[in-house]
């Protein structure tokens, strides 16, 4: 009987770490479930120094497949930040107890770090620096502290309005 994480290769585990990395889980998070080997194995397996005998020679070619295919998930993902606005805007409260809204500026720079960690990745597993170029340009249209959220709508509202007339 034998304790601890499986070591031998199989097919079976191969094709579901496979189909997992090139789905967008990391390495990492796959081995975390008990029936995985550990991560450092399925390092090795990747390694085309790694013995043949033990690994196929076709698996260190189907880990890289899939890497390229999570990479081209992780250039879609960066869309998908770059386009999701719903947290940049924030209400505050005034010393006076109104409220206002206001530009959330630790919330974009959050999504920058993970464009351009998702960026650095790409870059890693496509071996090239992708073609794709991601510029950050904030318009500041932030209501003045005086200024309600009532009344900030009710403004942005009639601008809105007389740019449709």
């Given at each position: 009987?034998?304790?601890?994480?499986?070591?031998?290769?199989?097919?079976?585990?191969?094709?579901?770490?496979l189909e997992?990395?090139?789905a967008?889980?990391?390495?990492?998070?796959?081995?975390?479930?008990?029936?995985?080997?550990?991560?450092?194995?399925?390092?090795?397996?990747?390694?085309?120094?790694?013995?043949a005998?033990?690994?196929?020679?076709?698996?260190c070619?189907a880990y890289?497949?899939?890497?390229?295919?999570?990479a081209?998930?992780?250039?879609?993902e960066?869309?998908?930040?770059?386009?999701?606005?719903?947290?940049?805007?924030?209400?505050?409260?005034?010393?006076?107890?109104?409220?206002?809204?206001?530009?959330?500026h630790?919330?974009?720079?959050?999504?920058?770090?993970?464009?351009?960690?998702?960026?650095?990745?790409?870059?890693r597993?496509l071996?090239q620096?992708?073609?794709?170029?991601?510029?950050?340009?904030?318009?500041?249209?932030?209501?003045p502290?005086?200024?309600?959220?009532?009344?900030?709508?009710?403004?942005?509202?009639?601008?809105?309005?007389?740019q449709?007339?």
């Amino acid at each position: 009987m034998s304790i601890g994480r499986p070591s031998k290769y199989t097919d079976q585990l191969a094709t579901e770490i496979l189909e997992r990395i090139a789905a967008g889980e990391s390495v990492t998070r796959i081995c975390r479930d008990e029936h995985m080997p550990d991560r450092a194995t399925v390092f090795r397996w990747a390694d085309p120094s790694y013995p043949a005998e033990e690994v196929p020679a076709s698996f260190c070619d189907a880990y890289k497949r899939a890497r390229r295919v999570q990479a081209h998930g992780w250039l879609d993902e960066s869309i998908d930040i770059v386009d999701d606005s719903r947290n940049d805007w924030v209400e505050k409260e005034t010393r006076t107890g109104g409220s206002y809204i206001a530009f959330d500026h630790e919330h974009v720079q959050r999504s920058k770090l993970r464009i351009e960690h998702r960026k650095y990745l790409v870059e890693r597993c496509l071996g090239q620096q992708p073609e794709v170029t991601i510029s950050h340009h904030v318009k500041f249209v932030d209501a003045p502290p005086e200024e309600t959220r009532e009344q900030w709508e009710a403004r942005r509202l009639k601008e809105l309005q007389e740019q449709g007339s």
